[in-house]
């Protein structure tokens, strides 16, 4: 049964980088063609999409967050991890890591998240 | 980036039918195919629908998707009270800013 475990510091001083890994099991992360996709929620809001690593390495990332996220893959561990630096309180959330299928097919592109860790609180706070 | 609104709640009692709306653009939804996800108090999200109308193995075919133009729907036959969740409705944009998009979120109370 494929999971995925997301691990990592809890509490992040505002102005430094946050750091999660998510953790596959029951597969290789590198058997399939699967966007490795990062979702967060911060408290009674809505779900916002992060960014995501293709196996061979491609990212692709939110817009809002572009220029201060890193998504990455250890295929070696079957990990892959989100950085965000320059964090604020409204980094605040639960991170969640997901496997993503992303294709097209009669003209449309379909994209979903099919597998998804149980998610990590992170707060940013001094 | 592009959202993709949903009415933040609908209810019904036991047995009933609910539905909930996702509009979007011709960037996302007229676009692109529409995935659904159930989020139960206090867990992660999981997938309900995907590519609009597919069912995942195990989910019920209570729950069910449709879309035409720029919207789509999400149906739900004979309410339990165990569906009782958020549910939210995403999708890629394809615009300029391009990337995963979700819905603004539903709640579904079961009276």
Not at chain 1, 74 to 87: A, E, I, K, P, W
Not at chain 2, 76 to 85: V, Y
Request: aromatic share 12%; glycine share 10%; charged share 15%.
């Amino acid at each position: 049964q494929v999971q995925l475990q997301e691990s990592g510091p809890g509490l992040v001083k505002p102005s430094q980088t946050l750091s999660l890994t998510c953790t596959l099991s029951g597969a290789s992360i590198t058997s399939d063609p699967y966007y490795w996709s990062w979702v967060r929620q911060p408290a009674g809001k809505g779900l916002e999409w992060v960014g995501r690593v293709h196996t061979r390495g491609n990212t692709n990332y939110n817009p809002s967050l572009k220029s201060r996220v890193t998504i990455s893959l250890d295929t070696s561990r079957d990990q892959f991890s989100l950085n965000l630096s320059s964090v604020t309180a409204a980094d605040t959330a639960v991170y969640y890591c997901a496997r993503g299928s992303y294709g097209r097919k009669d003209f449309y592109y379909y994209y979903y998240m099919d597998v998804w860790g149980k998610g990590t609180t992170v707060t940013v706070s001094s | 980036q592009s959202v993709l609104t949903q009415p933040p709640s609908v209810s019904a009692a036991p047995g009933q039918r609910v539905t909930i709306s996702c509009s979007g653009s011709s960037f996302n939804i007229g676009k692109n195919y529409i995935s659904w996800y159930q989020q139960l108090p206090g867990t992660a999200p999981k997938l309900l629908i995907y590519d609009n109308n597919k069912r995942p193995s195990g989910i019920p075919d209570r729950f069910s998707g449709s879309k035409s133009g720029t919207s789509a729907t999400l149906g739900i036959t004979g309410l339990q009270t165990g569906d009782e969740a958020d549910y939210y409705c995403g999708t890629w944009d394809s615009s300029v800013s391009a990337g995963g998009i979700f819905g603004t979120g539903t709640k579904v109370t079961v009276l």
